[in-house]
């Protein structure tokens, strides 16, 4: 299916468009139906959204929860687009991205407010200008700081559970929808925490501590420089697709299978990089879904380990191919 076409209807899922009516009229311009999503995300592959919205206030996050609740509809949150994988028959529902939830409010004695919808590079020039230690390892790290909270992003020494205070947690499908979890409550823990999959990130309250500028900086530089070093696979891709098991690196499993330079189509396990799925131009989602399972299959035949994605899969994906 072309990339980018929506083919759902309200009517396939059972759905009057008069939910879509009523999110136009109260999102206006942050309202978009039939939206190709393909550019939002950083595999560059994907359909389209039935309807896109970006709230402003918390009043339209009440909104939201009241329409998906009254019609049933499906949601789905999208940040930076950095670490999931968008079905080529697009998403039904509602799909909502934080965009005007960026901002970082200084709350004195090295604490930040920082909205979900603001991004891991903004957010790490803010604290390394500011002399804010305990996130600057997480430069160079695309996406959201929302989706960062949910997933526990994290390099090196550094994950970013580790500064989180507290969190305003938007539960769509729950009424009063809106509550302050701590960080206990967040559970965090490798690249996972309670929030998913059923909650969001509004915005989050991050500890850090006083450090020299000029540290901080070096420390910057050199995470980009060895992310651009590490990561340099030559084509768009969502970084790592697995999770590390405990004591193992991915790469290595995948690399020890012989998937090097694997393909599906035009998706392709890196040559570079083995923990990475280039989309070398032209490739669809599902060929990307297909080499996912393929190298799942393969690394537990020649490993005896599952390798867990941790990228999110979105939307409807076809029964994978026997290898």
Request: aromatic share 6%.
């Amino acid at each position: 299916m072309e990339s980018g076409r929506n083919p759902y209807r309200a009517s396939d899922a059972g759905m009057s468009d008069d939910w879509r009516s009523a999110l136009s009229r109260h999102f206006g311009d942050d309202c978009l139906l039939d939206e190709p999503l393909a550019a939002l995300t950083t595999w560059k592959v994907g359909g389209a959204a039935q309807c896109l919205v970006r709230p402003r206030h918390e009043e339209d996050l009440h909104f939201l929860s009241a329409l998906i609740q009254q019609h049933n509809l499906p949601w789905w949150i999208l940040g930076g687009g950095s670490n999931v994988l968008i079905s080529d028959q697009g998403l039904p529902g509602i799909v909502i991205q934080l965009t005007h939830w960026a901002e970082i409010h200084d709350l004195g004695n090295q604490s930040l407010s920082v909205g979900g919808g603001c991004s891991l590079t903004q957010l790490v020039a803010f604290t390394v200008e500011h002399g804010l230690g305990g996130v600057e390892e997480l430069a160079g790290i695309p996406g959201s700081v929302g989706g960062a909270v949910a997933g526990n992003a994290g390099a090196a020494d550094q994950q970013i559970g580790q500064r989180v205070v507290d969190v305003l947690v938007w539960t769509p499908q729950h009424c009063p929808s809106l509550s302050l979890w701590d960080a206990a409550a967040c559970d965090f823990n490798y690249r996972h925490s309670a929030l998913i999959p059923a909650h969001v990130a509004v915005t989050v309250t991050l500890q850090l501590q006083s450090r020299p500028v000029e540290v901080l900086q070096n420390r910057k530089s050199e995470m980009i420089q060895h992310r651009r070093q590490a990561h340099k696979v030559g084509g768009p891709n969502a970084g790592s697709v697995f999770r590390n098991p405990a004591g193992q690196q991915a790469w290595r499993l995948i690399d020890e299978s012989g998937l090097r330079g694997a393909r599906v189509g035009q998706a392709q396990v890196s040559t570079q990089h083995t923990n990475f799925i280039v989309n070398t131009g032209g490739a669809t989602a599902d060929e990307i879904y297909q080499l996912i399972d393929r190298v799942q299959r393969t690394v537990v035949r020649h490993t005896g380990v599952l390798l867990q994605p941790e990228v999110r899969l979105m939307g409807t994906f076809g029964e994978p191919d026997e290898v």
